[in-house]
């Protein structure tokens, strides 16, 4: 069995309860966007690609080093989702006209009750999250929704 599928096994077994996959479909990419609003409102140079530049950006961008060595077809869809992750928190700095407090307070906020919303979905599931056996397992959670979207239109991950 290759990595990627023992990985998103092993994810799977504390993810069986209905509701906190739902759970998890809402929290996951809401703590994803949250925490590259949070890093981004950490100032950086500015004058780096007009502002594309951030810290947030360049933790994305690490991270697509881990999804490239799991699984080709999973990196490249993590590439839209990461670009999509900065272009929302892009427009959301330039809504707030670049106010970096304002960007950590809204980040923060749905960070945190992002995270309440996962940790309630494992309650009620009965079972620990992953991450707290294996730090890894925080980048799977986004690899295990979107295998789920690949399977769905038929493509093999």
């Known amino acids: 069995m290759r990595t990627i599928d023992k990985l998103l096994n092993e994810y799977g ?22 925490l590259v609003g949070v890093l981004w409102s950490i100032p950086f140079p500015k004058n780096i690609l007009n502002g594309w530049i951030t810290i947030g950006s360049v933790v994305i961008m690490l991270s ?19 670009g ?7 427009f959301l700095f330039e809504y707030i006209n670049h106010d970096y407090l304002k960007m950590f307070e809204i980040s923060f906020i749905i960070f945190f009750l992002a995270w309440v919303g996962q940790f309630y979905g494992h309650k009620i599931e009965g079972k620990k999250p992953s991450f707290l056996k294996d730090l890894q397992f925080l980048l799977i959670g986004p690899a295990w929704l979107l295998h789920f979207i690949y399977k769905k239109i038929g493509i093999n991950y």
Do not use: A
Request: with cysteine; glycine share 10%.
């Open 13 to 34: 077994e504390s993810h069986q309860n209905g509701t906190n996959k739902t759970i998890h479909w809402i929290c996951i990419p809401l703590i994803m966007f949250s």
């Open 64 to 82: 697509m080093l881990y999804y490239i060595r799991l699984s080709i077809p999973l990196f490249v869809g993590f590439l839209g989702i990461g």
């Open 84 to 90: 999509l992750l900065i272009v929302g928190n892009y």
